[in-house]
């Protein structure tokens, strides 16, 4: 894993790089190039409910109109590098944690919600319910949230503590949103952070390549999938 640790392949673009100019690369060699990953990980997938799929990956727009929440064909790119990160996490035997939004029976009056944004207006169960490819597996944690961040107000925090995780792998939703505020408290909290450039997505393009962008200079990695792959595939080895 002292791979990951070293600095990342310059050769390689992120999705970020079409919006930023020569003066915040500058201002980026203020920050260090990685963090690294440490030896403990557990992989946390944010919010990959029926609401931000919807049912088809149609055009954003037209699929607004039915699921207000979706981040329509961003959502279903994702998902194929999502099964394989899944499937790679499990197979390494690492900590699988999901969220998604406590719409339970005694949060329904609840006033507090993750953001500002709409919702359906449609059936809060089926909105909230897990993307049937993307369901959690038997044991699997999931983590009911009310705010942003999959910390707030959850047990979270304590769960790996005691299972002694030091790194998060992050995936899912929004990248501007629940995944940022996941990713910033994981900061705080202590844990080094890889951030999944293929399996992390959001409706609003610029707001996902600019979090993605600020995310990385600040609170954790943002790294290819092939490069978590790899990390995770050494796990699997030293089983």
């Not at 919010?47 to 055009?59: H, L, Q």
């Not at 109109?65 to 329509?72: I, L, N």
């Not at 009310?146 to 910390?151: I, P």
């Amino acid at each position: 894993m002292s791979a990951l640790q070293q600095s990342p392949d310059t050769s390689r673009r992120h999705v970020w790089e079409d919006v930023i100019d020569d003066e915040i690369r500058a201002i980026s060699a203020n920050y260090a190039e990685r963090m690294g990953l440490r030896d403990r990980p557990a992989l946390l997938c944010i919010d990959n409910y029926n609401a931000v799929f919807g049912e088809s990956p149609g055009p954003l727009l037209e699929a607004m109109k039915r699921f207000p929440q979706t981040c329509g064909p961003a959502a279903w790119k994702a998902l194929d590098p999502t099964l394989s990160l899944l499937a790679a996490a499990r197979a390494a035997g690492i900590p699988v944690i999901h969220t998604t939004r406590d719409s339970r029976a005694d949060a329904s009056s609840s006033p507090m919600a993750a953001t500002k944004r709409r919702d359906s207006g449609s059936d809060v169960n089926w909105d909230y319910s897990f993307f049937a490819p993307l369901t959690p597996a038997a044991g699997e944690l999931v983590i009911y949230k009310s705010r942003a961040s999959a910390f707030y107000g959850t047990p979270l925090a304590s769960y790996l503590t005691q299972l002694g995780i030091n790194t998060l792998i992050v995936c899912g939703n929004s990248t501007s949103g629940c995944v940022r505020a996941s990713v910033n408290e994981a900061y705080m909290h202590g844990f080094r952070v890889g951030i999944v450039e293929e399996c992390v997505f959001d409706r609003n393009h610029l707001s996902h390549k600019v979090n993605l962008y600020d995310m990385n200079a600040k609170y954790g990695d943002v790294m290819f999938h092939d490069e978590v792959l790899a990390y995770l595939g050494l796990l699997s080895k030293a089983q």
